[in-house]
């Protein structure tokens, strides 16, 4: 019986230290949704990675200007599921990507749409 309660009381304690964590994830809260940008992309580096695949790479500024950006995707596990892997995405690639651009002015995106140099779009959410 007493080992009953120590085990309820590890299940107990170890669930409310795990509460915060479920909140902790910002998804893309950091991103203006009305801000839509779309950048003809040449791509530096892909990252098959959780919380979030990250595609870097870089696209010219209304000045002509070439900047490094970053884009930030859903997890691996979403995208594998719509026929995405680690090397879907390559450096050298050209994309066109659209997205929701950072609220604080970063170069950065949360991509909503990306569509190869051959015209095919990939699947992110959805059917896209």
Same mark, same amino acid.
């Given at each position: 019986? =007493? *080992?009953?309660?120590?085990?309820? *009381? #590890?299940v #107990?304690v170890t669930?409310?230290? #795990?509460?915060?964590?479920?909140f902790?994830?910002? !998804?893309?809260? *950091?991103f203006d949704?009305?801000a839509?940008v779309t950048?003809?992309? /040449?791509v530096?580096?892909?990252?098959?990675?959780n919380?979030?695949?990250?595609? &870097?790479f870089? $696209?010219k500024d209304?000045? !002509?200007?070439v900047?490094?950006?970053?884009?930030? #995707? +859903?997890?691996?596990s979403?995208?594998a599921?719509? !026929?995405?892997?680690?090397? /879907?995405? &390559?450096?050298?690639?050209?994309l +066109?990507? /659209?997205?929701?651009? $950072?609220k604080?002015g +970063?170069?950065?995106?949360?991509? /909503?749409? =990306?569509?190869l140099?051959?015209?095919?779009p990939l699947?992110i959410?959805g &059917?896209n």
């Amino acid at each position: 019986m =007493i *080992m009953k309660k120590v085990v309820f *009381m #590890l299940v #107990l304690v170890t669930s409310l230290l #795990l509460i915060p964590a479920a909140f902790g994830h910002h !998804g893309y809260a *950091m991103f203006d949704t009305k801000a839509v940008v779309t950048l003809q992309a /040449t791509v530096t580096d892909f990252h098959w990675l959780n919380p979030h695949c990250i595609v &870097e790479f870089e $696209a010219k500024d209304e000045k !002509g200007q070439v900047l490094d950006w970053q884009g930030e #995707l +859903t997890s691996p596990s979403h995208l594998a599921t719509r !026929g995405w892997s680690a090397t /879907t995405i &390559e450096a050298g690639a050209q994309l +066109t990507i /659209t997205g929701y651009r $950072a609220k604080n002015g +970063t170069p950065s995106i949360w991509v /909503t749409k =990306i569509v190869l140099a051959n015209g095919k779009p990939l699947v992110i959410v959805g &059917e896209n």
